[in-house]
């Protein structure tokens, strides 16, 4: 597993396995539901290696990850035994949240694990309505219909995929889920609800019923739940209801297919007679009302949205809106309030550029770079918790570039006719049924225009935080500066490439440049003059960061933060001023490797990417204090 040890680290440092009730990943963050939050040690991880930040928000506990968080997420699993889209651990948590929190946990719960797949088949349907838009394709093609039906596929059956998703975040048998979104969108049901109305008192207004049929001479209000996302979602939570009632008064015996049998025979029908057609009216209710308030000044919400978005996606607040845009693309057929934020990642992008132009620092302009390329793709965590929040004003930049950008589009009456995928993969979520129109070029003016303002504003605004890419320097007797740093062996033993150390954090440089040693003797002295700015309570590592600013991490064996100290004696503490040549601490070498355990020993520069060059020693083994890395500044 590429990231056993960091999904190792995530699981200690929020409180073991045991602590944890849920787990599920979104596109940058995992986001765990914790039975206690105190138990997590937040500070710990935010300053981890791999770990971008940590946020508590609407009862989540959300690790942020970066892009590659599906990888750490099912190393994370797999590490933990946590299993599947989510631990299916007992909620104890549920009575501590605010009925907001628990509001959001399940919204993010049921679509969270939905949106890689809809954002693709979106970004397929928006690139057929570019194609056709464009006259490529002719909407009578059979490539046009294959296509169609890719991009169409997951959202006309969403049902059946809510179903799993909501069956899994209420505890419920995931295929007895499935089966009640699949009755739903059943082909014989979805075509008799072309007949005439039932109740003429609804016709002519969105309540109209379009069909009479009959369940145990029930009348049915039969409607199209294909694509719809309240009805399976509340049939499902009183679905699991039912089961958790069953499993409770069936014996054990007959438990495996009685359960179903009774579920699904109460739930489906319910579903149809009751809670189908009154969720349709309330989502119907829902689009109408906020679309209402929306018409009142599309300006003033697209402002609002364009502004404040960013900092709904740092609290998890954006979740509350994707209920409400699926419903509007159900019952409308488009929606405007998603379309207000389009603007706000190429803001955040636009800040990121300028950013990267102005600093000196060779730092950050190495975060820079990865973080504008995310952001051209709507990924802006990165640059978010790595660049602009820290430094606050880039932050607030963007938020005002996004504004203006949100308010343009916003005019301009853009809307989004699926949901597509993020940044400029985005942008075919806006081309109408009528080809290129006002609203589509709304999209485009306001991303072009959200990215140039934040651009703008940065560019000319006095860049804090920024260290000079030579480092920290010191003034010689002869008011030289330093131009080098020498970092001397801790240790007496071979010397090994760090590329041939097995643990792959350290042998592909993502820790730092260095060099590591096979130690003879059990002792570790200060290579440096500087201050232990960390150590491990196992005793297995050291950090030191010396005078001129060279973080100096001595990882004494692979692995060996498994012997919880067992064979460590530290000889100084954390905080410690320390000389060059101060004994540090001292091991066992004998017990450590009869224990199983590899001595290499990794010396890098934590910070190397501070630096012009690490050069290492050329010599095949060293003894302490000799010469091991050239840090050059």
Known sequence: MKYEQLAKDIIQNVGGKENVNSLTHCITRLRFKLKDENKANTDVLKNMDGVV????SGGQYQVVIGNH????YADVNAVAGLGG???TAADTSGEKMSLFSRFIDMISGVFAPTLGVLAATGMIKGLTALLVSMGVLVNTSGTYIILNA???????FFPIFLGYTSAKKFNMNIFIGMAIGAALVYPTLSAVSAGKPLYTL????????????????????????????????????VGSKIEGFFKRV????????MVPFCTLLITIPLAFLIIGPVATWAGQLVGAGILAVYNLSPIVAGLLLGAFWQVFVIFGLHWGFVPIAINNLTNLGSDPILAGMFGASFAQTGVVLAILIKAKSKKLKSLSIPAFISGIFGVTEPAIYGITLPRKKPFILSCIGGAVGGAIIGAMGTKAYIIGGLGVFGIPSYIGPNGFDLGFYGAIIGMIVSFILGFVLMFFTKLTDDEPETGKTEVSNN???????TVFSPMKGDVIALSQVKDEAFSTGALGKGIAIEPIEGKVYSPVDGVLTSLFSSGHAIGITSNNGVDVLIHVGQDTVKLKGKYFTPKVKQGDTVKKGDLLMEFDVEAIKAAGYVLTTPVIISNSGNYLDVIETGKKSVSYQEDLLTVVI
């Open 85 to 87: 889209e989510s631990s």
């Open 479 to 485: 008011d030289v500066l330093v131009k080098q740093e």
């Open 150 to 156: 890719i991009g169409d596929c997951l959202f006309y």
């Open 69 to 72: 968080v599906p990888e750490v």
């Open 53 to 56: 930040t940590v946020i508590q």
């Open 202 to 237: 609804f016709a002519g207004t969105p309540f109209e019923s379009p069909v009479h049929i009959t369940f145990l001479g029930i009348p049915v209000i039969l409607m199209t739940y294909s694509s719809s996302v309240i009805p399976i979602i509340l049939s499902t939570y």
């Open 250 to 257: 069936i014996p054990s015996v007959v438990r495996t297919f």
